[in-house]
């Protein structure tokens, strides 16, 4: 079994290093974390090739972000490495809420059948990393050059050079587009005079990976002035290879150095595990961390030919996990715009748009993640006294535990107002609105063989859904047909092969011939009852910024 | 046809207005400031589920404010 934590990969020269004038590369990203590579490896697929610098020579160190949503495994499913990545992880689905030592408040975040991924799984970021890693050596596009920080940038009309330091001194790089995703403190960022703007929370909390032989089930635990750790709040969540996840809230004044030390945490640990049942369960304690945390974002997340993703460009809490799974949704969104305007199929313009949607996203993630923060820590008097009627209340009253917010989990965000939607011009209902992410539905291909309509999406072009059978199906057929566009067909049935069938057709609000053009990130960004060639192609045109 | 918005009632409506400020002081009876305070806060909890319309909530927040 290879050690993720300990791996260490080599520096290697590179001939770019003793070119006499920049070399010139499409595209440079900068960080080789979970954003930057999701970017790289959906760049390659696309037959971009990709420069990926890495400021050091090893993967994340300690677990980090653990929980990957559903949206996160379906875009590493398109990128070909989710199969490994739900191997490895633990599934969950349920959430338990407990004050005082009472559980009051339990969530399913994936209550209906007829989804190939769990609402999320827990996996240590170094796996992820790590799967990730090895995904990309295996794309001869990708040239990740470890022991590579960027540390100077110029900006020109048509690109950007960067000075780049390794150990063999420095040297310069020209890039068509920059991505920056590396990570909270960017140094391009800094480079480039901005910064992240938002409110920094006033409290401490400690994070400990914590390995140990016990069976509970697959759930997120929270507690709110539990009597084991009184007055504060406690996480626990079971991740990878027997290790836990624990989260205690420390308090503004907590000594950030003191309580790192194992003899601090021990004890906080044992009475946690004593007063689930565990007393007898032996531990270790693995990688530690006090952190504190800030909601803030960048005010653009695209300055001239540099585009922010991840955490340089967004920040929340932890409550939530929409760290690391908004960052993905970033480089989702920004390659294969990228690679449509570095193959001249759309122009500049269309990033414009990456930005506006993740800014939109980041938002959305920020209020979410502000909202969960201000009901864990309450941050005056009164804050504190509502909180504690609601969860006074959810011993007795149903409708308290709504208001019980322990964080509210990443799920993807709705584009609503992206520029590059067409309006509806038929009459739907349900969720699969323009600037929705595709949602799974089990399929039945024509050769009676059964899958994933997610999995029958065209990783790299925009993908057509057709539904139904008949005339009304054989006629938009026949307008994709001469639209002459590049578009991936896949057809849904749904003629009753089973309830299966059943789903896709009502998950998407379906009638024989209805249409829906899905972007190459599986965003809706089109539907129609009975569509035209014109209509697709300027649906096309739209959302590849060309109108 | 768009149906009526509801609106917060500033009219008068208690049926028994003596009778339900009498039972509300009595419903403080014998807690200490603290206890009140914890009290009301349910007590707006309660009564803004009974409500539910977030409009209607918002309103009744400017009432309040505006004293």
Redo the contacts between chains.
């Keep these: 079994m290879i050690d993720y934590q300990s791996l260490r990969f080599d520096y290697t020269r590179h001939a770019d290093q003793d070119a006499a004038a920049p070399a010139r590369h499409p595209v440079v990203v900068v960080g080789a974390g979970p954003v930057g590579l999701t970017l790289a490896i959906d760049l390659a697929l696309r037959q971009i090739p990709v420069v990926l610098l890495d400021n050091d020579n090893s993967l994340s160190s300690g677990s980090r972000a653990i929980c990957f949503a559903k949206r996160t495994l379906e875009v590493f499913d398109r990128l070909g490495c989710g199969d490994r990545m739900v191997d490895k992880g633990v599934s969950w689905n349920v959430g338990k809420v407990f004050f005082h030592d009472e559980q009051v408040y339990r969530f399913d975040l994936l209550p209906e059948p007829g989804h190939e991924r769990p609402a999320f799984i827990n996996l240590q970021q170094y796996y992820v990393e790590g799967y990730l890693v090895e995904r990309a050596a295996a794309l001869p596009l990708i040239d990740l050059r470890w022991n590579n920080k960027v540390t100077g940038i110029a900006q020109g009309d048509d690109g950007a050079v960067l000075t780049v330091e390794t150990p063999e001194g420095e040297y310069r790089l020209q890039a068509g587009y920059v991505a920056a995703c590396d990570g909270s403190r960017s140094n391009l960022r800094q480079m480039l005079g901005q910064e992240a703007k938002g409110r920094v929370f006033r409290d401490r909390f400690l994070i400990a990976d914590i390995t140990m032989d016990a069976q509970l089930p697959t759930e997120r635990r929270f507690w709110f002035d539990p009597s084991f750790h009184p007055g504060q709040s406690v996480l626990l969540h079971k991740q990878a290879d027997g290790m836990w996840r624990v989260d205690f809230q420390l308090g503004w004044d907590a000594d950030p150095v003191e309580e790192r030390k194992p003899e601090r945490i021990t004890p906080r640990v044992r009475a946690l595990l004593d007063s689930i049942g565990f007393e007898g369960v032996q531990f270790q304690i693995g990688w530690a961390s006090v952190y504190t945390f800030a909601c803030q974002r960048m005010e653009r997340f695209r300055h001239g030919r540099v585009l922010f993703a991840g955490d340089s460009a967004h920040g929340v809490s932890p409550f939530g996990a929409r760290g690391a799974n908004s960052g993905v949704q970033d480089a989702d969104n920004l390659a294969w715009k990228l690679a449509a305007v570095l193959a001249g199929d759309a122009p500049d313009a269309l990033l414009d748009s990456y930005a506006s949607e993740r800014e939109f996203a980041a938002d959305e993630n920020i209020r979410n993640s502000t909202r969960a923060t201000d009901f864990i820590t309450p941050k005056s008097e009164v804050s504190r006294l509502f909180r504690d009627a609601v969860l006074e209340l959810t011993k007795r009253h149903a409708f308290a535990r709504s208001l019980v917010n322990s964080g509210r989990l990443s799920v993807a965000t709705v584009l609503r107002d992206s520029p590059l939607n067409t309006p509806d011009a038929d009459p739907f209902a349900g969720a699969m609105v323009p600037g929705a992410a595709a949602a799974d539905a089990p399929v039945r291909r024509a050769d009676g063989s059964t899958g994933w309509l997610l999995r029958e999406c065209h990783v790299a072009r925009f993908t057509a859904l057709v539904f139904g059978t008949g005339d009304a199906a054989e006629r938009s057929l026949q307008a994709l047909k001469s639209s002459d566009l590049a578009l991936h067909v896949v057809r849904v049935e749904g003629t009753g092969t089973g309830a299966d069938a059943e789903l896709a057709t009502q998950r998407y609000d379906a009638q024989p011939g209805t249409v829906y053009l899905l972007r190459p990130d599986q965003h809706v960004c089109a539907r129609w009852r009975h569509p035209t060639a014109a209509k697709l192609r300027a649906a096309l045109d739209h959302a590849l910024a060309k109108a | 046809m768009t149906p009526m918005q509801p609106q917060l009632i500033t009219t008068p409506n208690l049926e028994a207005p003596d009778d339900f400020y009498e039972a509300l002081i009595e419903a403080h009876q014998g807690l200490s400031t603290e206890e009140s ?2 009290f009301n ?2 007590l ?3 009564l803004a ?1 009974h409500v539910g319309s977030l409009a209607v909530l918002r309103e009744a927040f400017d009432a309040a404010r505006a004293g």
């Design positions: 305070h914890a806060a349910r707006v909890l309660v589920n």
